[in-house]
């Protein structure tokens, strides 16, 4: 079996593939809401902003840590630190945009189900987020 080392290159891949396949589930249902769309962009936003702080010298065990772990507003905070928006800038709409789509994302209600409303950040704008980080951080990891 071959062994694998996480890399900020192998992260933003993962991250790329994460953002396709929302779109591919997003465009399948058209103008419903898709909960799992939702959860791949979610995911892909974080392994986004993982290969940018990986690539900065932020150690694996710290962004896997309580405090990073899952929480795209935590990850961005810190990426923000690490003065993210020398490469991507993001616009306050869009950092709340995230944040808005941190409360389901970190409560794991897109897997679990937690709740029987979910409160969402607009499906195009929350697309082009994704797709935004994973084509401007390309060259930097």
């Known amino acids: 079996m071959k062994e694998f080392q996480t890399t900020p290159l192998g992260l933003w891949n993962r991250a790329k593939e994460f953002a396709e396949a929302a779109s591919v589930v997003a465009d399948a249902v058209g103008d419903q809401v ?37 929480n795209l507003e935590a990850l961005l905070g810190e990426a923000l630190h690490y003065n993210l928006k020398r490469i991507v ?6 950092i709340g945009e995230i944040q808005y789509l941190n409360h389901n994302y970190v409560a794991k209600d897109f897997e679990y189900h937690g709740t029987k409303t979910y409160e969402l950040p607009y499906k195009h704008r929350t697309k082009r987020i994704a797709e935004k980080l994973v084509l401007l951080l390309k060259r930097h990891v």
């Open 34 to 70: 898709s909960l799992p769309a939702y959860y791949l962009w979610g995911h892909s936003i974080e392994l986004s902003l993982k290969a940018f702080l990986f690539g900065c010298g932020v150690p694996l065990r710290k962004l896997k840590s309580k405090e990073l772990g899952h």
């Open 89 to 94: 800038h993001l616009n306050s709409r869009e």
